[in-house]
């Protein structure tokens, strides 16, 4: 997404210290979702924002948030929920950025030294950023008090529900003050969302960047029809024809991803892949997402919930390996390509199998666009219904 927006930080009503860290930043001109936001958020009524990862959405709840924390209070007066430890991280460390040091931040997510968390809110953190599990423990345990907090952030709310966080969520809202801002983001708007908001929230203002046209905008995108055992060359033949300085593969089980890392690390030859899901210990995780953003993997085999935390701008390319099970992943996959401060449109390409195709318009529908066929010079990825048939006749099954 580029940052197109007729407005400025200083328009917002931004501090000038804000404003002078923004700069420092290279943060010139507010995105939609942040010349939007920002201002509501500023008066401190709740407000739910409809936008995805990398489109600047955490300068666009973090920047007014951190206006209103008193700094003669050192208790917790923001707490921001996300779905994922890699998502709480960049959390972490983009709004580390714009606070410019003026504030302490502290980490809550499970996979890490619990120890550490609890020394850094025990310093005053007055911000705390983590995934809803290890934040009950820190409540349980006492470490983590939230009788002062101001703002309660929940950000890629339709994840984080996707996931099975809403009785987690529910738990941490009710120790929250109920004179308190909240602030709801979320990719896509489905029932359980707007349900929640409903329940926790005060006449909440609505920020509606529409997630299907911005993808449409910024990312062209292709299907392919393909045989389930053609799959793997047509993965090698899209590779080879796109040259991608660096993609994401997905696929809908971690064993699928494990797989093709097995088969692609000895086609490619490249120890520049790899794969990435929910099983890896964080460690390795965290390695993966570090070479990645240094430039080091060329393919990333991954699954939707970690792969759709990641925020990295060199990723030109998008293959959806299998399709995704639902439509929301398929705007959440795509979202990965073509990122704010990427100087290049992205690519999409949907691998389809001949009875896929009510999936395929699931999607198109979703994203309001029909999608073109995608053509690998010399491949046919699929073979026509009545070959296969005849060639069943001529060997058998
Ligand atoms: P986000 O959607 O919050 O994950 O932001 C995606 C990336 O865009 C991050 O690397 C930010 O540092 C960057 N970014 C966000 N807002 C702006 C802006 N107004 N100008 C330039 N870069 C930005």
């Known amino acids: 997404m580029q940052v197109l927006s007729d407005t ?21 001109t507010p995105s939609p979702i942040q010349a939007k936001f920002i201002p509501i958020a500023l ?37 921001v929920l996300a779905p994922t430890r890699e998502l709480s991280e960049q959390l972490l460390v983009e709004s580390k950025k714009l606070c410019g040091g003026r504030l302490r931040l502290a980490l809550g997510v499970g996979g890490r030294p619990i120890h550490k968390q609890i020394q850094d ?27 002062k907090l101001k703002v309660l952030v929940l950000d890629e709310a339709d994840r984080m529900l996707d996931i099975g966080f809403r009785p987690d969520i529910e738990r941490i809202i009710k120790q929250c003050p109920s004179k308190r801002q909240t602030l709801l983001l979320s990719a896509t708007m489905p029932d359980v969302v707007e349900r929640l908001a409903q329940k926790y929230m005060t006449n909440p203002d609505m920020v509606d960047l529409s997630e299907a046209n911005m993808v449409v905008d910024t990312i062209e995108q292709y299907y392919v029809t393909v045989d389930e055992d053609r799959k793997r060359s047509l993965l090698l033949r899209v590779i080879a024809q796109e040259k991608p300085a660096q993609a994401i593969v997905f696929t809908r089980t971690k064993r699928g991803a494990d797989k093709l890392l097995e088969v692609f690390s000895r086609r490619l030859k490249s120890d520049r892949i790899a794969a990435i899901h929910g099983d890896l210990p964080q460690g390795k995780r965290d390695r993966v997402i570090k070479d990645l953003r240094a430039g080091k993997l060329r393919l990333l085999i991954a699954t939707d919930v970690v792969g759709r935390g990641i925020d990295i701008s060199g990723i030109s390319h998008i293959i959806n390996y299998d399709i995704p099970e639902y439509c929301d992943d398929y705007v959440h996959r795509v979202g990965r390509a073509g990122r704010l401060s990427s100087a290049e449109n992205g690519r999409a390409i949907t691998f389809v199998r001949l009875d896929q195709g009510g999936e395929l318009t699931n999607i198109e529908m979703r994203i309001n666009t029909v999608l073109p066929e995608y053509r690998v010079d010399g491949f046919e990825a ?16």
């Open 8 to 28: 400025t930080f200083r328009k917002l009503g931004l501090q000038e210290r804000t404003l002078a860290t923004l700069a420092k930043n290279g943060y010139e």
């Open 121 to 147: 809110i025990a310093n005053g953190a007055m911000v705390v950023i983590g995934t809803p599990g290890r934040i009950i423990d820190l409540l349980r345990r006492g470490n983590l008090v939230l009788d």
């Open 382 to 397: 699929y073979r026509p219904k009545e070959l296969r048939q005849r060639e069943i006749r001529k060997f058998g099954a």
């Open 43 to 79: 008066t401190g009524r709740d407000c739910i924002g409809q936008a995805r990862t990398g489109t600047g959405k955490t300068a666009a709840f973090m920047l007014p948030s951190m206006e209103n924390v008193d700094l003669t209070t050192p208790a917790v007066q923001i707490l």
